[in-house]
């Protein structure tokens, strides 16, 4: 699977947008980009996938770039009980979850 | 909402113990894998399980380490003789069948923090 690049942290104000990048340049065509985040020792929570298109869930959005080579999850209203440590991971289906250090958000009031 | 859950929450044990880890996966969910976190590291990947198998597992997963699906409702984690460093968070996790390149998200359960003495 290929390796991801993610800032180690990041403020964001309370009702903000948080934009949580990652970069991915070398991911291949059958790879999907995943986004888990752990709050505290809590196990890690599912927040949303993708493959080349831009998806959105209850949860947030991710933007892809047209080339895959990164992505953007956004958190459109960050609450404090978003404050974690979030995940970007490429993975081919089936594969396991290879976890990184990812980047620890914190919201700010 | 289905879940993956776990038990127990918290095991202390004492060097070179047996130790079994529960884990019940979402009931419809036929992969299913075992992974940890040392206090203040990222989270490892440990082992996965399909169809009454093995089908990965990482280097960490030695002689010490097995897993078994003994009913249609538990997977276990099994660490033959403790050691310190095995003192870690065990997250258990499911997935759905991976069909013709779709991609199903893991679930994670909670964990069980497992102290070793």
């Known amino acids: 699977d290929a390796k991801t690049t993610q800032p180690p942290s990041m403020d964001c104000a309370e009702g903000r947008a948080a934009n949580l990048p990652c970069n991915h340049s070398t991911i291949s065509g059958n790879e999907y980009v995943y986004w888990y985040r752990q709050i505290h020792s809590q196990g890690p929570q599912y927040i949303i996938h993708?493959?080349?298109n831009n998806e959105t869930n209850e949860m947030a959005s991710l933007i892809i770039t047209e080339d895959r080579k990164s992505s953007t999850l956004i958190l459109p209203h960050a609450t404090l009980r978003d404050t974690a440590v979030y995940y970007c991971?490429?993975?081919?289906?089936?594969?396991?979850?290879?976890f990184g250090a990812g980047t620890r958000l914190t919201v700010k009031p | 909402e289905p879940e993956v859950t776990q038990t127990p929450s918290h095991q202390v044990t004492q060097m070179g113990q047996e130790v079994i880890l529960r884990c019940v996966p979402i009931s419809n969910h036929l992969y299913f894998y075992w992974y940890r976190q040392i206090l203040g590291q990222k989270v490892e990947f440990l082992v996965s399980?399909?169809?009454?198998?093995?089908?990965?597992k990482s280097e960490i997963f030695d002689d010490q380490f097995s897993v078994e699906r003994p009913d249609g409702s538990n997977f276990t984690l099994k660490i033959r003789s403790t050691k310190l460093e095995d003192s870690a968070m065990y997250f258990c996790?499911?997935?759905?069948?991976?069909?013709?390149?779709?991609?199903?998200?893991?679930?994670f359960g909670p964990g069980t923090r497992l102290t070793v003495t």
């Open positions: 996790a499911s997935s759905d069948v991976v069909w013709r390149g779709s991609s199903y998200e893991q679930y």
């Open positions: 399980f399909y169809n009454n198998e093995i089908s990965e």
């Open positions: 991971i490429v993975r081919v289906a089936g594969n396991d979850m290879r």
């Open positions: 993708g493959l080349k």
